[in-house]
């Protein structure tokens, strides 16, 4: 994931002050996950806690900007520009049927065997009852379909 970084040349708009305590803090908690042991995880859950912080970071971003209106358009295609937050997952977002989507790599339907969406997708009460809790091979999430 990228570093939350800055172009010395260009100073960050106005407003960067409100997002920035927030986005350091998970940066630090991002360069923990990335250096955490992952001796007896399988490795695809080694990267659950990376892909969590990820959404968490864009959830962030999308939320200042499109539910709460606090920052401007400005700082906002200054954080998409400086991959920040995900261009890709918050246009998914924006779409009908998506707003809780945990990663791209869900609804993706050629990393799975038979061509379908993620198990996480599917609405929990058309799961089967009695079943043990099911997560995502992908990024963990235990349910993200609207």
Request: charged share 35%; proline share 5%.
């Amino acid at each position: 994931m990228p570093k939350v970084r800055r172009n010395r040349s260009k100073p960050p708009p106005e407003g960067w002050e409100l997002l920035e305590p927030t986005l350091e803090e998970l940066e630090a908690r991002m360069r923990d996950a990335e250096t955490e042991s992952h001796e007896g995880k399988r490795r695809t859950e080694s990267l659950w806690p990376i892909f969590k912080i990820h959404h968490q970071r864009s959830r962030y971003i999308y939320d200042l900007f499109y539910k709460r209106k606090a920052i401007s358009r400005e700082l906002y295609d200054y954080c998409i520009k400086q991959r920040i937050a995900d261009s890709a997952l918050i246009a998914k977002w924006k779409k009908q049927g998506y707003e809780n989507l945990c990663c791209l790599r869900c609804i993706q339907v050629r990393d799975t065997n038979f061509g379908t969406n993620c198990i996480c997708r599917v609405p929990r009460e058309k799961l089967e009852e009695g079943k043990a809790i099911v997560e995502c091979v992908h990024c963990g999430c235990r349910g993200c379909s609207g």
